[in-house]
């Protein structure tokens, strides 16, 4: 699986869109872009997948670039329960096993 | 549709005793994952479970161990604990809609907390 590279921290007014970028440019051309969070020691959730097009659910838009090399998950208007670590994870569905990275805490701020 | 669940979800055990996890995945998911997130390690892969067999394995020692029944709940065993395996171990069900040629999604438990003293 292709890996990912995220930003560490990320902090966001309550209220406001939290961006988070994730670079995978290595991916492959089978290979989904998968986003989880995790709150703290709970287990993860899982929030939006996508392979080309963009994305929407109830939860969160998943925009990938066009080359694929790099995507961003929008929550359009975060709230404090919006604060965990987020995992953007490359899978190709016919393995497994997920591999997870650091990912990205974010810190939504009131 | 009810969750991921996890039994127990707190379990206190010292070295050299064995432990057993249970998880009973999304009702109609036939895999079951398995996970180990340690602070110093992240979130690792253990093994998965397919119609009563072990698909895959990731790099722990025969230590760790599980199986699958037929109703598709899992459990896993870690037999001699060591300090090491205080760790949240969670479970993930998925669909396996992959033999489909779809894309499959994995659905997380809440864990288990396993201190190990």
């Known amino acids: 699986d292709a890996k990912t590279t995220q930003p560490p921290s990320m902090d966001c007014a309550e209220g406001r869109a939290a961006n988070l970028p994730c670079n995978h440019s290595t991916i492959s051309g089978n290979e989904y872009v998968y986003w989880y969070r995790q709150i703290h020691s709970q287990g993860p959730q899982y929030i939006i997948h996508?392979?080309?097009n963009n994305e929407t659910n109830e939860m969160a838009s998943l925009i990938i670039t066009e080359d694929r090399k790099s995507s961003t998950l929008i929550l359009p208007h975060a709230t404090l329960r919006d604060t965990a670590v987020y995992y953007c994870?490359?899978?190709?569905?016919?393995?497994?096993?997920?591999?997870f990275g650091e990912g990205t805490q974010l810190t939504v701020n009131p | 549709k009810a969750g991921v669940t996890q039994t127990p979800r707190y379990l206190i055990k010292t070295r050299g005793q064995q432990v057993t996890l249970s998880c009973s995945p999304i009702s109609g998911h036939r895999s079951v994952s398995w996970y180990q997130q340690t602070p110093g390690q992240g979130l690792q892969f253990l093994f998965e479970y397919f119609s009563e067999t072990q698909r895959n394995k990731g790099n722990f020692p025969g230590r760790f161990s599980g199986r699958q029944f037929s109703n598709s709940r899992s459990e896993m065993n870690v037999s001699t604990l060591e300090l090491g395996d205080s760790a949240l171990y969670l479970c993930?069900?998925?669909?396996?809609?992959?033999?489909?040629?779809?894309?499959?999604?994995?659905?997380f438990g809440p864990g288990t907390r396993l201190t190990v003293l």
């Open positions: 996508g392979l080309k």
């Open positions: 994870i490359v899978w190709e569905t016919s393995g497994s096993r997920l591999t």
């Open positions: 993930a069900s998925s669909s396996n809609l992959q033999l489909a040629g779809r894309a499959d999604t994995q659905y």
